[in-house]
Every structure is written in structure tokens, then in C-alpha cells.
């Protein structure tokens, strides 16, 4: 479903990396994993479109996606370091709002079974920039139960979470994955997911 | 693809454009220098005095070639940026950075030569002209780009950027030219106004010309010299740099 | 397609009410930066009433200019703006939207200001619809065209400096008949070419503008 052949990148002077080649199958989880500054975030920002490979390409469904923008980026769901939230409005405020941009309409009983399906009670009326950090990561996190995009882009997701919610994240990701859906993601935790784990590691000097 | 015997596309990439440049240079400046003096001795003393501005209007000779050449190099920028944004070329980005600073320079030159003749012409300073103000405006677009070139770290998000400004300054010079000649006729007589020009005697109007093809020599060698900077910095993690700096080159 | 402009003008529209600071200090910059000028010139009124039209028009294109830092910033900072970049929906289509939720917030007060101003400076009364009519073409082209160079400077050095150094030179053409409309009003000249050609420009930003914005945000999140 999404391959990649000779992918390189070049941030600023720095040549990140070279010669990536992975290809992912449905119901498969990709790992990248790197120190920090070998280019795990330039990578997901490439497989999303927002940056423009130095080499390389990237097919979805055997079309290269830079011309097929709009139909890639139908399926596609990326979670950045910056959570996608605005801090004036409410969670399900948030939450109808990124869904009508994405072209989907969404209730606010929907979103508010997504708040709670990430572990949120008795805080959706608030504005999220009084929520905390954990909070804020969920809200973030309850985007993609309302997301019927098919290939999950997450940067660093389990940040500022706990336990609990860990492990709620880690439920919803299985279930996407035995779905049929993809996830690629970094994180420097380590991930309990009984599904094809695929690993890339960046960073790596080539002889 | 060969166009009598070479091949053009092979002084495409930064590599191979460099050597070329640096042997261009020389011949570049002997022609401007040869053309500005054949240009000059033919303004300073064999165009005629003309009746009704005296000796002064000569400035002109210098005044009109850089006015022409600081637009026809904006275009020539704006049509690099273009070519740099749309095909990604990095020696198209690198170019249009190089063309910039000679074009604000001869746009100061037209901009002050401007001053110096309208003092014995009208006893001022500066006019507000509808040409010299058009000349201020367009160095402000060339100041525009040189500065956001300048404050953006990532040469390759400088130069798209720039890119953008300098196609964007590019479609609207003809709307502020016009609005400006507008502007212009509306507040004041044709009273003061450069187009009120000596009517051009031959040897004016040739003087004129060979000044502009030395300007145009000059603005070659000139950018010429500063793309081989230009290409040695943002190539300089490249092989062939290093090499090129290990002979001492 | 346009239920997405319609979202987002209503979001910005919305934010903007629960940030109220934002939409109410472009406004009293420009009272102020009105009033600067009887301080520097003098209160004789002839010469106010004639300086009176290019002062309200240079201070509301300041004022504009001013604002355009809310333009994209936050949405930048919060990574909104990354999100917008990855929908289906056509990014041009999306920056016309906050553009026009933006006008209503920092151009359109401005507009309902003016004959307040223009009265200050003792102006004709007959002059002050065409001020706003002028102002009401001439301020949508100038958060259009702003919005560009907004949109370039995203996240660099001085930014906020180096926008009024890229754009004031392309607001130029919108401040010679925007002004001149009001003083042909004035001398009765009839401002009907001025305003036509104020048009014109606002017709050719809302074609262009959105889609160099477009192309302006995609550089600057690379």
C-alpha cells in the first residue's frame, strides 16, 4: 500500500539521510526509531507531503503521491509535535471544527464519545488552554477515533500521557491496525502491539 | 540535447557553470570597459549642447542607460526565480540572487544621476516625478527581496520565498507604473517631468545605447563574479568544492 | 468545497470574539495615528482638510498592515496551520477564508471608522461616502495582498518588519486611488474612475492573492 524507494533528505547543510526503502502492507506498524536529530520528524513530514524529498519517491496504492495529492491526502492522518489544537475553543469545538475542515460533519454527540473514548469526563466545556498537558494530548488523540483515513502518521504520540491513557492508545491503535489500517510512529517509548512491526532505524552510518 | 556542438543543458548544474564563469569574467569587463568609454566620449564630447538645458542634461547619459538596466534586470530576476521555483534548478535560484544587489545598485545610480540633474534643472533636490518615483518604488522591491532572502536561515526556503516576491513585485510593476503616472498627471502640469526630454539629436540617442551595452557588459561580469560565490556557498559540502579548495582555486 | 470557507471564516470569526484585545488595537491604532498628524503639521484647517484624505488612507493601511501579524501566526504556532496544508480541500480556498473572516475583523472597523476621522479633519461632507466606499474596495485588496507577504515571512527574524518592507510597496497602487477617489470626490471631479480601477484591483487580488498565499504557506512549512 505505501512504498518507499530511495528516499533521501537534506535539512539545511545536513544530509539526514539516504537510500530509504520500506514498503507497508494493510494491517502493518512501522517503527521509526533514531537519536534525536537523525530525521524521524522530516521523515513522517515527507510521507505526508509537506516536504519535498532531495531523492526518491513515495507511492500510495502504486501511484506516486506527489501527483495524487488530493486523494492521499484523504486517507492520510498525521499528529505533529504541535497538538492541532486552538486553545480559545473548546474540545468539541476542536473537534467538529478539524473534522468540517477534513470534510466530514461530525456531532457533538459523536465528539463527545470520542473525548470520552480517550479517557476525557467532565472537561469538554472548558477552552483547552486550561486543560493540561495530558488533557491536551487526548483531545489531540480523540481526533483519530473520528478519522476514517486509512494510513496513521504519529509523531511522538505517547508524550505527556499516562498509564492509563497509554494503554487506551495503544487499544485503538490495535484495532485500527486489525482493521486494515497502517501506522507509522516514532516514539521513545517502547510499544506493546501484537501486529506486523516493522522497524527503521535513521541515524546510521553506512560504511 | 546539442545545439551547435554544445551541450547546453550540461552548464546547468552548479558544477560545471562555475569553471565556465570564471573564464567568462575577463572578457565581460574588457567590453564594458571598452564600450563605457566609447559610450562616455561620445556623450561628454561629441553630442551637442543641447539649447535649452545647457551642459547639464549630459548626466543623462548615464542617468537613462541605469534606469533602463535596473528594470530590464528585475525582469531578468523575476523570469531566473521563476525558472528556479517551477523546476527547482538550483543555479536559477542561485542567479536570481546574484542579479539583485547590481540591479538595486543601478537603481540608486538612476535614482541619484536623477538628483544631480534635477538641481540645475529646477533648483530641487528630488522631484516627484512619475519616473523617479517608479524608480524609488522598484528599489524597494529589489530591497524586499534581498532581505527576506537575508533573514531566512534555509537557503533553499530563502531562495523559493524570495522567488515568490520577486515574480509577485514582477506582475505588479505595470500596475504601479501606471498608477503612478496616474498619480502623477493628476497633482501636477507637464511642466516637470523627465519625459520632457531634449528631442534625441542621433549622436544622443547612440551615446545613450553604448552606455546601456556597457551597463549591460558590466552587469554580467559582474553577476557572473558573484554566482561563483554564491555557488561556492551553498555547494560547499559538495566534492567538487572541496577539491576545488584543496587546489587553492 | 465552499462548506469549508464557511467553517473556517466561522472559526476565525469565532476565535477573534474570544480574543477581543486583537480586533479592538488595530482600531485604536489607527484613531491615534490619525490624531498624530494635526500634532505634527499644525491645526491650521485648510491644511488639514487638505492632507485629510491621504492621512486616513496611509493610517488605515498601516493599521492593516499592523494586523496582518494575526493573520497566520497562531495557527502557525499551534500547528493548525500544518493541518490545513493536509486536508483534500484546496489550500487557496482555505487562506480566502481567513482572509475574509480577518477583513471583517481588522479591515471592516476601520471602515466604520473613517467618516469619524474624516470629520475630524473638518472634511467636505459630501466626501466622506466616497471615503468609505474607497476604503470598503481598498481595504479587502490590502488584507489580500497582505496575506501573502504574511504568509512568506512565517516564523523568521523580525518578521513583523519585514512584512511592511515586502507588501507597502505593492499597497501602493490601492493608496493612490483610494486617496485620489476621495479628493476627485472633493474638487468634483467625480470619483467614478478612481473607484473602478479600486475595483479592478480588489477583482485581480481575489483571484490571485489566495493562490500566491497558498504557494507562499507551502514554502514556509517546508
Known amino acids: 500500500m505505501l512504498r518507499v524507494s530511495g528516499l533521501a533528505a537534506v535539512r539545511g547543510d545536513r544530509r539526514l539521510f539516504a537510500g530509504l526503502e520500506f514498503s507497508l502492507q494493510q494491517g502493518a506498524l512501522l517503527y521509526v526509531r533514531g537519536p534525536n536529530g537523525s530525521g524521524k520528524t522530516t521523515l513522517l513530514r515527507m510521507l505526508c507531503g509537506l516536504v519535498a524529498p532531495a531523492a526518491g519517491e513515495i507511492c500510495w496504492r502504486g501511484e506516486a503521491i506527489r501527483g495524487r495529492c488530493e486523494t492521499y491526502l484523504q486517507q492520510l492522518f498525521y499528529l505533529g509535535h504541535l497538538g492541532a489544537l486552538k486553545d480559545e475553543l473548546t474540545g468539541i469545538e476542536n473537534l467538529r471544527i478539524s473534522a468540517s475542515l477534513a470534510g466530514r460533519e461530525v456531532s457533538e454527540e459523536q465528539a463527545l464519545e470520542a473525548l470520552q473514548g480517550m479517557g476525557l469526563v467532565a472537561c469538554e466545556d472548558l477552552p483547552v488552554k486550561f486543560l493540561s498537558q495530558g488533557q491536551k494530548r487526548r483531545v489531540a488523540l480523540a481526533r483519530l477515533l473520528l478519522s476514517d483515513a486509512a494510513l496513521w502518521i504519529l509523531d511522538e504520540p505517547f508524550t505527556a500521557l499516562d498509564q492509563l491513557a497509554i494503554e487506551r492508545l495503544q487499544t485503538v491503535m490495535a484495532a485500527h491496525l486489525a482493521r486494515g489500517g497502517i501506522v507509522v510512529l516514532t516514539t521513545h517509548q517502547e510499544v506493546a502491539i501484537t501486529a506486523a512491526v516493522m522497524q527503521v532505524t535513521l541515524g546510521i552510518r553506512r560504511a | 540535447m546539442t545545439l551547435v556542438g554544445i551541450n547546453w543543458f550540461k552548464y546547468s548544474s552548479p558544477a560545471s557553470f562555475y569553471p565556465l564563469a570564471g573564464r567568462l569574467v575577463p572578457w565581460f569587463f574588457i567590453l564594458a570597459v571598452a564600450l563605457a568609454l566609447v559610450g562616455l566620449y561620445l556623450g561628454l564630447f561629441v553630442a551637442p549642447t543641447d539649447y535649452k538645458q545647457g551642459e547639464a542634461y549630459r548626466i543623462m547619459f548615464i542617468h537613462v542607460p541605469a534606469a533602463w538596466m535596473s528594470m530590464f534586470i528585475y525582469v531578468v530576476m523575476a523570469i531566473y526565480a521563476a525558472l528556479g521555483l517551477v523546476f527547482n534548478t538550483r543555479l536559477s535560484a542561485m542567479m536570481a540572487s546574484a542579479l539583485a544587489p547590481t540591479g538595486a545598485l543601478f537603481t540608486l545610480l538612476a535614482l541619484w544621476t536623477g538628483a544631480l540633474w534635477g538641481k540645475p534643472m529646477w533648483g530641487a533636490w528630488w522631484v516627484w516625478d512619475a519616473r523617479l518615483t517608479s524608480e524609488l518604488i522598484l528599489l524597494f522591491l529589489y530591497i524586499g527581496f534581498m532581505s527576506l532572502e537575508a533573514a531566512i536561515d534555509d537557503a533553499r526556503r530563502a531562495s523559493r520565498a524570495s522567488a515568490l516576491v520577486a515574480i509577485v513585485g514582477a506582475v505588479n510593476v505595470p500596475i504601479i507604473y501606471f498608477s503612478v503616472q496616474w498619480w502623477n498627471t493628476l497633482h501636477q502640469g507637464a511642466s516637470i517631468s523627465f519625459s520632457n526630454a531634449p528631442s534625441m539629436a542621433a549622436t544622443m540617442l547612440t551615446a545613450m545605447l553604448v552606455m546601456t551595452f556597457a551597463f549591460w557588459m558590466y552587469t554580467i561580469a559582474v553577476v557572473l563574479m558573484r554566482v561563483r560565490c554564491i555557488i561556492l556557498e551553498r555547494e560547499r559540502h559538495s566534492d567538487w568544492v572541496a577539491e576545488q579548495m584543496a587546489a587553492g582555486r | ?222
Open chain 3, 1 to 222: 468545497m465552499w462548506a469549508v470557507l464557511r467553517c473556517l471564516f466561522m472559526r476565525d470569526l469565532l476565535l477573534a470574539v474570544r480574543r477581543m484585545a486583537d480586533v479592538l488595537t488595530t482600531l485604536f491604532f489607527f484613531v491615534i495615528v490619525v490624531s498624530l498628524f494635526p500634532l505634527g503639521v499644525g491645526p491650521e484647517a485648510e491644511t488639514l482638510r487638505t492632507i485629510a484624505p491621504g492621512v486616513v488612507w496611509v493610517a488605515a493601511l498601516l493599521a492593516s498592515m499592523l494586523a496582518l501579524g494575526h493573520l497566520f501566526d497562531s495557527d502557525f504556532r499551534d500547528g493548525t496551520l500544518e493541518q490545513m496544508l493536509l486536508t483534500p480541500q484546496p489550500l487557496s480556498l482555505l487562506v480566502l477564508g481567513k482572509v475574509m473572516a480577518h477583513w471583517v475583523v481588522t479591515g471592516l472597523p476601520l471602515v466604520l471608522m473613517a467618516p469619524l476621522l474624516g470629520l475630524q479633519f473638518d472634511m467636505a461632507p459630501a466626501a466622506l461616502p466616497i471615503l468609505v466606499i474607497s476604503l470598503l474596495l481598498g481595504t479587502p485588496a490590502i488584507s489580500l495582498i497582505g496575506a501573502v507577504g504574511a504568509a512568506l515571512t512565517l516564523g523568521v527574524r523580525g518578521g513583523s518588519v519585514l512584512v511592511s518592507l515586502l507588501v507597502l510597496p505593492l499597497y501602493i497602487p490601492v493608496l493612490i486611488f483610494g486617496a485620489g477617489a476621495v479628493e476627485a470626490g472633493i474638487s468634483g471631479l467625480g470619483a467614478g474612475a478612481h473607484l473602478s480601477l479600486l475595483g479592478a484591483i480588489l477583482v485581480l487580488a481575489l483571484c490571485f492573492a489566495p493562490l500566491a498565499a497558498a504557494t507562499a504557506l507551502r514554502i514556509s512549512l517546508e
